[in-house]
């Protein structure tokens, strides 16, 4: 058998369900500690208060990063009615509260439809995009407000798989580039009352689904066994 540092630079795609809390690079960090190289690198961004679905490139083949980038992706989570938050998640506090009650099935249902197809969305302004060289979060926190441009998605479905007011269970097929923090606020702002992303699970990322990744706890002991 080769030595694992050798099987990690001709090139491994390591399926992670990336766990609450942990950024992405921290995922990419405990990783590339686990296998003594510095050539690893992740096909998508999950936010903190994400779970779900990361691909892990490593070696040779983090030069196939862009195209898993490029794939569908499906989310399952939850977005909670009757608040917002300057996130568009619970990264920050609920406010602006306002009544949700008078909000019905078939209402969600028309709203659902119109916010599935090809649309354009605007990022959330605490995102990692940049605008004249700057992280757009990092002129957020300094308290500026800026304009950023609509940028046209892919919605390829959209379903409120449960409603338990004020929380909707959601799942999402969408384009590279969405953001489901938006899409949350969207649905907000649609139908009145505020709205924030309150979890979020990516479940696949083209064809590769989140029953065929690793705990953290697993990926760790695979690459031990792959030393041995």
């Not at 686990?34 to 490139?57: N, R």
């Not at 969405?178 to 907000?188: F, H, K, P, Q």
């Amino acid at each position: 058998m080769q030595e694992a540092p050798n099987i990690f630079e001709a090139g491994q795609v390591l399926l992670i369900n990336k766990p609450l809390e942990w950024t992405s690079f921290d995922v990419v960090r405990k990783i590339r500690n686990a296998i003594k190289i510095k050539k690893v690198g992740h096909a998508g961004t999950l936010d903190p208060l994400a779970t779900g679905m990361l691909i892990l490139c490593t070696g040779k083949f983090t030069k196939r990063i862009n195209e898993y980038m490029a794939q569908e992706k499906e989310y399952t989570g939850t977005i909670t009615l009757g608040a917002i938050t300057p996130t568009y998640d619970l990264e920050s506090e609920p406010r602006d509260f306002k009544d949700y009650s008078s909000i019905t099935p078939e209402q969600l249902q028309t709203i659902a439809a119109q916010f599935t197809g090809e649309i354009m969305q605007v990022p959330p302004m605490h995102s990692a995009i940049k605008k004249d060289g700057k992280r757009v979060y990092e002129l957020a926190r300094a308290g500026k407000t800026i304009e950023l441009e609509p940028r046209r998605i892919t919605i390829k479905e959209f379903e409120f798989t449960k409603i338990e007011l004020p929380v909707l269970y959601f799942r999402v097929v969408c384009s590279t580039g969405t953001y489901i923090r938006s899409l949350a606020n969207d649905v907000g702002k649609a139908a009145g009352c505020g709205a924030y992303l309150s979890s979020l699970c990516r479940t696949r990322i083209g064809e590769f689904s989140l029953d065929k990744s690793m705990t953290m706890e697993e990926a760790m002991a695979w690459i031990e066994g792959m030393k041995r």
